[in-house]
């Protein structure tokens, strides 16, 4: 069978671009988008996704979160089977880019209009699915619709959640998203997403499609140094207990052991010191007290450990050195995914069977995958990136891979849902 036939790619193209034009962002890069969950220009997305559902003939449902299906039951489907669903999310960062979350959903839906136009029987229906605040940007941390459909958090707890000004209930009912039940994962028989990379792997192999092995664990950390606040020109270099420069020795640390972890692992190690806070941060002071925050990630939880081991002892020894005072806790701690091999050879097949040369790769970000595949054999494709970039208007895909990425989803979607004998 030939891609050209089979997918609509001018018609994916449309959605993502009808899609970008809410909340769009001009900027000398390229039109990027702002859509936070819940707000007006996210509403406005969800609007034109379920038109766009009904359009397919779908049968649309809204669960109390937000989470929006659209589901197809084809006359050959048991209407009872558990379903296989596939989608993403349709909310972004600030200037973020308009293909993370929005590819995966409206590939989703394309992958069941060419299945609709194709003489194929599933034994399943079919899920067509956008979570609610993947991003982490309102409301909560992220993964927010997923974790609710996974049942990590409860339907009322989460609908109290606050962005400070409103809570999430009063800002889904606003938006006409308030809904009712919970959409659960665990009734699906397998999910798909397909995402834009975030990275260049796959570009650099020359490969338009990743198939994605784990999803990185994350641990995040507080770390506070006390030292003494002096004045810049009387306080001689021997007399300091200088918390920025003690600071400084820690970021370098996690730095030196991540590229260690890395080195000595999996390869996936990453340490990161994105945020500190100085007191009292002023030119002729010697910097009294810093709080940083750490986040060490691999798709292996021993190397986070060892990381976290690592920069733990280095603080102990800046602390003996310096004369500080220190703390180190840590707050955060999603253990790595492993993802489902049913679902992998299932995509890595059809896609062979395209003559479409796939690449086995890690995420280092999260995804609502990260949640669903604790309830249901789950797999993240990725689109190759055409520069790297990600959560910015710089965000690029060539639309001819979207289009070979979005044939391989239909028809691993379209295995998926006629084999029942697993
Ligand atoms: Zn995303």
Request: proline fraction near 4%.
């Amino acid at each position: 069978m030939n891609v050209e036939s089979a997918v609509d790619g001018d018609a994916l193209r449309r959605d993502v671009e009808r899609t970008a034009a809410f909340g769009a962002v001009e900027s000398e890069a390229g039109r990027g988008r702002t859509a936070l969950p819940a707000d007006a220009a996210n509403a406005q997305a969800r609007d034109y996704f379920v038109e766009r559902l009904e359009a397919a003939g779908l049968d649309v449902r809204v669960d109390a979160v937000g989470n929006i299906a659209g589901r197809w039951t084809p006359p050959s489907a048991d209407p009872d089977a558990a379903p296989v669903a596939a989608g993403s999310h349709l909310d972004s960062v600030p200037r973020g880019g308009v293909f993370d979350g929005v590819l995966g959903v409206y590939a989703a839906l394309e992958a069941v209009r060419s299945l609709q136009r194709r003489a194929v029987a599933p034994s399943r229906p079919l899920d067509v699915v956008c979570f609610t605040g993947e991003e982490g940007t309102r409301f909560a941390d992220g993964v927010l619709g997923s974790t609710v459909a996974s049942g990590k958090r409860g339907v009322e707890e989460t609908l109290a959640l606050s962005d400070g000004d409103v809570t999430l209930d009063a800002a889904l009912s606003e938006a006409g998203y308030r809904g009712t039940g919970r959409l659960d994962a665990g009734a699906w028989d397998s999910w798909l997403e397909l995402h834009i990379e975030q990275t260049t792997r796959l570009r650099d192999a020359g490969v338009p499609l990743g198939v994605v092995t784990d999803i990185t664990g994350t641990a995040r950390c507080h770390v506070t140094i006390e030292g003494e606040a002096d004045h810049s020109g009387t306080t001689g270099m021997g007399e300091r207990r200088d918390a920025l420069a003690a600071a400084s020795e820690l970021v370098l640390a996690v730095e030196e052991r991540a590229t260690d972890a890395a080195a000595d692992g999996s390869g996936t190690a990453v340490g990161t010191v994105g945020r500190l806070d100085v007191e009292p941060n002023t030119v002729n002071v010697v910097p009294g007290a810093v709080s940083l925050r750490l986040d060490l990630r691999s798709v292996e939880r021993p190397e986070i450990r060892t990381q976290l081991d690592a920069v733990k002892r280095a603080l102990e020894d800046i602390e003996a050195e310096r004369g500080v005072g220190t703390t180190f806790d840590c707050d955060y701690d999603v253990p790595p995914t492993s993802l489902s091999e049913r679902c992998r050879r299932t995509v890595a097949d059809a896609a062979r069977a395209r003559g479409i040369e796939t690449a086995a790769v890690h995420s280092g970000a999260g995804h609502d995958t990260m949640q669903v595949a604790d309830v249901t054999d789950a797999a993240l494709l990725f689109v190759a990136s055409e520069n790297g970039h990600s959560h910015s208007p710089r965000e690029r895909a060539d639309w001819a891979d979207c289009t070979t990425a979005t044939a391989v989803l239909t028809d691993a979607l379209a295995d998926l849902a006629t084999t029942t004998d697993h």
